[in-house]
Antibody
Framework: EVQLLESGGGLVQPGGSLRLSCAAS????????MNWVRQAPGKGLEWVSV????????YYADSVKGRFTISRDNSKNTLYLQMSSLRVEDTAVYYC??????????????WGQGTLVTVSS | DIVMTQSPDSLAVSLGERATINCKSS????????????LAWYQQKPGQPPKLLIY???TRESGVPDRFSGSGSGTDFTLTISSLQAGDVAVYYC?????????FGPGTKVDIK
């Protein structure tokens, strides 16, 4: 059974940093692209970032480019999102989501339950 | 960026009736080399993460009831729920994965009339 478990969310002040983790199990983690998608309270879904299977290709939404870094440790089956220079508008539930294939260009077939990041003073 | 729009914003349908949601992309998401539309549909119930229903615009994900179907090509797509059940109350999102950033539509809320 595929499982994705996010952690690391919490309350942080504007300008602060936070690292999210997503522990994966039930599939060959290194073979699949992985995404972060966020949802502000009461709002729709916003794609944040993707890392392709081996981790050599990463892409970001303009809203987080230069502030967030996606990475993966295939030996630990874990996906990360390092967030810095956080803004109030980064407040959201952050989901990790598995791509259907190794290519970045596929839909997301499994999602974690999400972790809430609140940026506030 | 490819802009995704959905219509209507919300709809209320009687149990057992058909629900139709439209999604439009600002540019084609049909990749000519493989003739695939890079378009997915998700269902999100309150307090839950999204669930993949449809990918490649019309391929139903494993385990998804066959009352859910996707159609369309290029820039215009439709998600149809052929016979609405109480458990289908949710927000439905389309997403293109043709170009980065992988943009979502704003969502369509489906309720029971």
């Amino acid at each position: 059974e595929v499982q994705l478990l996010e952690s690391g969310g919490g309350l942080v002040q504007p300008g602060g940093s936070l690292r999210l983790s997503c522990a994966a199990s039930g599939f060959t983690f290194s073979s699949y692209a992985m995404n972060w998608v966020r949802q502000a309270p009461g709002k729709g879904l916003e794609w944040v970032s993707v890392i392709c299977g081996s981790g050599d290709s990463t892409y970001y939404a303009d809203s987080v480019k230069g502030r967030f870094t996606i990475s993966r440790d295939n030996s630990k089956n874990t996906l990360y999102l390092q967030m810095s220079s956080l803004r109030v508008e980064d407040t959201a539930v952050y989901y990790c989501a598995k791509s259907r294939g190794g290519s970045c260009y596929s839909g997301n077939d499994y999602w974690g339950q999400g972790t809430l990041v609140t940026v506030s003073s | 960026d490819i802009v995704m729009t959905q219509s209507p914003d919300s709809l209320a349908v009687s149990l057992g009736e058909r629900a139709t949601i439209n999604c439009k992309s600002s540019q084609s998401v049909l990749y000519s080399s493989n003739n695939k539309n890079y378009l997915a549909w998700y269902q999100q119930k309150p307090g839950q993460p999204p669930k993949l229903l449809i990918y490649w615009a019309s391929t139903r994900e494993s385990g998804v009831p066959d009352r859910f179907s996707g159609s369309g090509s290029g820039t215009d797509f439709t998600l149809t729920i052929s016979s609405l059940q109480a458990g289908d109350v949710a927000v439905y999102y389309c997403q293109q994965y043709y170009n980065i950033p992988f943009t979502f539509g704003p969502g369509t809320k489906v309720d029971i009339k």
